[in-house]
């Protein structure tokens, strides 16, 4: 397998113009887990304009937020839209409303994630379509890293805002609670068939070569599995960690806590198809179980 490379030490200019309709402003939230920070855009040709994600609400975020609107030609906001609710994504919608006015927030809602913002939660679904000067982004479901995720298709451009699905640099986490590897799977393919130009993540850099990508994903995760199976027949029953050190040979150490995550995820897609058992720890987390080959 060829090594994937990681987002540590990876930076990013806070803002930067990707396309016509395309400003992108650093969440100022960099981390493990969000790299240099999570990209927020502003989008469409007009003086108004979507916002897409937010950040989590950190107090540097404000002035880089005016920096790229006043770089754009941006005079106000129209909406915010989001990806969907992990903390990066919404956690700043309430700060950017205190700064610039009541905006609608539209994503597609789900209770246990929107439950803790105080927001009127506009809803999307698989096709909804939100239109502004210069813009048209059509919603696509798109779970497994987040039951409520949607990616948007830019229509004037034929390119992607992939959120947390696809990523300028690594590959998505598939957490324990509301990521699905199957799920996920599905929707890679389901993003292949439309062949984006282009790739907006919501974590790195832009993607010049769209399907390029999501076949290198898919590819990935593919290897990752046969990598898997390997491990269980070389190791025998075995913990998630055991298996994370004997696959994850080409990943820094302190990234095993997140292949943990892809490893559990893995094991649980092989025990729906029947080609894995687990030997419960007594609390049901699959984490924590000790795997083997069916």
């Not at 000067?133 to 830019?154: K, M, N, Q, S, W």
């Not at 996920?184 to 292949?192: A, C, G, T």
């Not at 490893?263 to 687990?278: D, F, M, Q, Y």
Request: glycine share 12%.
């Amino acid at each position: 397998m060829t090594q994937q490379p990681t987002m540590i030490g990876l930076t990013l200019p806070d803002v930067a113009t990707w396309s016509q309709r395309v400003s992108v402003a650093l969440g100022q939230n960099p981390g493990l887990f969000t790299g240099p920070g999570t990209n927020t855009y502003l989008i469409g040709t007009g003086r108004v304009r979507i916002l897409l994600d937010t950040g989590q609400g950190v107090h540097e975020y404000l002035p880089v937020l005016e920096r790229a609107m006043q770089e754009s030609g941006c005079e106000a906001l129209q909406e915010i839209v989001l990806t969907h609710g992990h903390p990066d994504h919404i956690g700043g919608a309430l700060q950017v409303m205190e700064r610039f006015g009541a905006l609608r927030v539209s994503k597609l809602p789900h209770a246990g994630m929107d439950g803790h913002y105080a927001l009127d939660i506009h809803p999307l679904e698989d096709g909804s379509v939100i239109e502004t000067e210069g813009a048209t982004l059509r919603a696509i479901y798109t779970p497994g890293h987040a039951e409520d995720h949607l990616c948007f298709v830019l229509e004037e451009e034929g390119s992607l805002f992939s959120g947390d699905n696809v990523l300028g640099v690594g590959t998505t986490v598939i957490p324990a609670h509301g990521g699905d590897l199957l799920d996920y799977l599905n929707s890679l393919e389901r993003l292949l068939a439309l062949e984006p130009s282009r790739i907006y993540p919501a974590h790195g850099p832009c993607i010049e070569d769209g399907p390029g990508k999501i076949r290198a994903y898919i590819e990935h995760r593919n290897d990752r599995e046969r990598q898997i199976l390997a491990a269980l027949t070389d190791l025998g029953p075995s913990p998630v960690a055991a298996v994370v050190k004997h696959v994850y040979t080409d990943v820094p150490e302190v990234l095993h806590g997140a292949a943990a995550l892809s490893v559990t995820s893995h094991l649980v897609k092989l025990e729906s198809e029947g080609r894995a058992t687990r030997e419960d720890a007594g609390d049901g987390d699959p984490q924590h179980a000790r795997w083997r080959l069916s």
